[in-house]
Structures are given as C-alpha cells and as structure tokens.
C-alpha cells in the first residue's frame, strides 16, 4: 500500500526566501511521486512529477524536487519564493506497476508569503 | 483543446438525499477518476473509470457510484447523503487508462453541503 506524508500543514517565508515543502512516502513497489499546487477556489495543477531515470525533477514556476530512495523523500523546493506561489501543495505517490493504480495524496501543505 | 468541466459547481443537499455531479474530461482522455477533498484536507480518491468500466475503488461506502459515458464523460452519484459527505468532489481526466503514469487533470470541483 502507499501512503504520503507531509511534514507542516503551513509553511510561511518571505519573499524572495527559499521554499522547502517536506514530504515523505511509503511504498511496496517502486513508485512515482508528484507534487500539485491548488489555487483557491480551484482545481489542481501539476507542477512536477517523477517517474525514472534522473532524480531531480524540474517543474513550472521554478520549482524543483529530488527523489530519495533512501530517506524515501520527495521534498519540493524553489530558490526564492514569489507572492503568486502562495497556495495548497500537494505531494502524491502512486505504483508503478498495477492494473487498477490510483492516485493518493496527501493531506496538503498551506504556503503562504511575507511580502 | 477544452480542459475539464464539472457541474454544478455548488449545491446544497438535505440528509438522506440523492445528488448526481458531473463531468466533461479533457478531450482526447479516456480515463476518469473522482476525488473527495474534506475542508482542510488532501483529495480522497473514491473510484476510477476507464473505457466505461470501474477501474479501481477506493475505501468508500457502496452508495458512492458512478457512470462513465461513451464520450468518456462521468457522473458520481451519492445516495442517502449524510452530513460528512460535505465536501469538494474533484474529478479529474487523463490518458493512461489503469497505469497511473502521469498527470491528472483536474476540473475545478463540485462543491457539496449537507445540511
């Protein structure tokens, strides 16, 4: 089974500060990772995902997110954060390999920016 | 391209009633999948649809169903509802019918209160 876990319902930096977003997950299959932002008042949008192959992943508006194997991490982070990246972020995890995958989220972490 | 579409996008509902929602996938998607998300928390999934057939459940009751159409369109439909199904119900589109590849488009959700 998997799980996600997200270390801080709320995080909150200064502009211009760097962003760490925390997030650790459990799996018994190799498994691919995702982080998705929500804006309020709307749906989710994809900023990053891992699948294979190299574990750094770059997404849109400057985020980035490393896979650790063996801490089982997927923290997500941005050099210097901006009053519009303020909103919900979610980390996901699903299997590789299943006939009937879904995807699971986590409970969501809340970024907000000091200006 | 039209992206995903759900309707309505709020509606109140009385203990013990029935509600239908719905949704238009991306164009081009053959897979849908609903998603629960409580006030303060992460989407829930509740069940998938591929090629018009269940393709994956999560842990919800059976008076959760749903529908997909020939066009890949899908309702979620919810019988005697109680007041902890107030939610926002998320649907989102996608390509890969039961391999979880990639990304999730999501419509801006259906938002339900029970009273």
């Known amino acids: 089974a998997q799980s996600v876990t997200q270390l801080g319902s709320h995080v909150s930096v200064s502009e211009g500060a760097l962003v760490l977003l925390r997030c650790n997950y459990s799996?018994?299959?190799?498994?691919?990772l995702f982080w998705y932002v929500q804006y309020p008042n709307q749906g989710l949008q994809l900023l990053l995902k891992?699948?294979?192959?190299?574990?750094l992943v770059k997404g849109i508006n400057g985020f980035e997110a490393e896979f650790k194997k063996s801490e089982t991490s997927f923290h997500l982070t941005k050099p210097s954060a901006h009053m519009s990246d303020a909103a919900e972020y979610f980390c996901a995890v699903s299997p590789t390999y299943s006939s009937a995958s879904k995807i699971i989220f986590g409970s969501g972490t809340r970024l907000s920016i000091r200006p | 391209e039209t992206g995903v579409t759900q309707s309505p996008t709020h509606l109140i509902k009385t203990r013990g009633q029935q509600v239908t929602l719905r949704c238009s996938s991306q164009s081009g998607h053959n897979t849908v999948s609903w998603y629960q998300q409580a006030l303060g928390q992460g989407p829930q999934f509740i069940f998938q649809y591929y090629r018009e057939e269940e393709n994956g459940r999560g842990n919800f009751p059976p008076r959760f169903s749903g529908l997909q159409f020939p066009n890949y369109s899908s309702e979620l439909n919810v019988n005697a509802l109680e007041l902890d199904d107030s939610a926002l119900y998320l649907c989102?589109?996608?390509?890969?019918?039961?391999?979880?590849?990639?990304?999730?488009?999501f419509g801006e959700g259906s938002r339900l209160t029970v009273l």
């Open positions: 989102a589109s996608s390509l890969d019918g039961g391999r979880n590849t990639g990304e999730l488009f």
């Open positions: 891992y699948t294979t192959g190299a574990t």
């Open positions: 799996s018994s299959v190799p498994p691919y």
